[in-house]
C-alpha cells in the first residue's frame, strides 16, 4: 500500500519537486522489496522457473504488479506533455519506449508474473531511482549547474539493456521452466531499446559536443583574424605616418 501511495501522489499537481520524489521513493520501494523477494527465494541468475521459488513468488508477484502499475504512471506523461504543449518532448523513443512497456507488462503479470521476469523490473527501478533524483533535483534552479551527469543516467540505461540481455541469454543456454519463447522476445526487445537509445544518446550528446567544439574553433578563429587585421591596420598606420613625415622634409 505505500508503493500504492508514492504512485498516486506522483500524479497530482504538487509540483515537479514533489512529484520526482515520490516517484524516486516508490521506485526504490519496488527494488527493495524485489531484491528480499529474490533473497528470499534463492533465485537463480542463470534461468528461474515460473512459480519455483515457493513463497517468495507471490512476495515478487505482488511487487510487480505495483511496478506494473508504475509503467502506467510513466505512461501518463504523455498526455501531460499534451496538456503542457510540450510536443517537442513526444518523441519516437518516448512514445515507443512507454507505450510498449506498458503492453508488454500486461502480458508479463498474466503469463509469467514471476521466476526470471525479475531481473530487469528490479534493474529498471534502480535506474528510474536515479533518473527521478535527477529530474527532482534540476527542478530546483540553484542546484542546476551541478547536475552534470545527466548522460551518465543514459549510460546506465544502455548498460541495463545489455546486462537483461546477458541474463537473459543464460536462460536460454541453460533452460529451466520458464517459457523459452518470451526469453527470445525479450532479448529482441532489449535490441531494440539499444538502438533506439544510443541514437538518442547521440543525437542529444555526441552531436551537442561536437557543436560546441565547432563553435569554440570559430570564437577562436575570429579573435585570431580580429587581431591580426589589428596588427594590419597598426602597421598600415604607421606606414602612412612615415610617408607624411618624408612629405614634411620635402
Not at 604607421?238 to 607624411?244: A, F, G, H, I, Y
Request: proline content about 2%.
Amino acid at each position: 500500500m505505500e508503493i500504492a501511495g508514492l504512485e498516486a501522489g506522483a500524479v497530482t499537481g504538487l509540483g515537479p519537486a514533489l512529484c520526482s520524489s515520490l516517484c524516486s521513493r516508490s521506485k526504490a520501494a519496488v527494488s527493495s522489496q524485489l531484491v528480499t523477494g529474490i533473497w528470499e527465494g534463492q533465485y537463480n541468475f542463470f534461468c528461474q522457473g515460473t512459480r519455483s521459488g515457493g513463497e517468495a513468488d507471490m512476495k515478487i508477484i505482488r511487487v510487480l504488479w505495483w511496478y506494473y502499475f508504475s509503467k502506467l504512471i510513466e505512461f501518463m506523461d504523455t498526455f501531460f506533455f499534451i496538456l503542457r504543449k510540450n510536443n517537442h518532448q513526444i518523441t519516437v523513443l518516448h512514445v515507443y519506449h512507454h507505450a510498449s512497456m506498458l503492453n508488454i507488462w500486461w502480458f508479463v503479470m498474466n503469463w509469467v508474473p514471476c521466476g526470471h521476469s525479475y531481473f530487469g523490473a528490479t534493474l529498471n527501478s534502480f535506474i528510474h531511482v536515479l533518473m527521478y533524483s535527477y529530474y527532482g533535483l534540476s527542478s530546483i534552479p540553484s542546484m542546476r549547474p551541478y547536475l552534470w551527469w545527466k548522460k551518465y543516467i543514459t549510460q546506465g540505461q544502455l548498460l541495463q539493456f545489455v546486462l537483461t540481455i546477458i541474463q537473459t541469454s543464460c536462460g536460454v543456454v541453460w533452460p529451466c521452466t520458464f517459457p523459452l519463447g518470451w526469453l527470445y522476445f525479450q532479448i529482441g526487445y532489449m535490441i531494440s531499446l539499444i538502438a533506439l537509445f544510443t541514437n538518442f544518446y547521440i543525437q542529444t550528446y555526441n552531436k551537442k559536443g561536437v557543436s560546441r567544439r565547432r563553435e569554440h574553433q570559430k570564437d577562436h578563429q575570429n579573435g585570431s583574424v580580429a587581431a591580426v587585421n589589428g596588427h594590419t591596420s597598426s602597421f598600415s598606420s604607421l606606414e602612412n605616418n612615415v610617408k607624411q613625415r618624408k612629405q614634411r622634409k620635402d
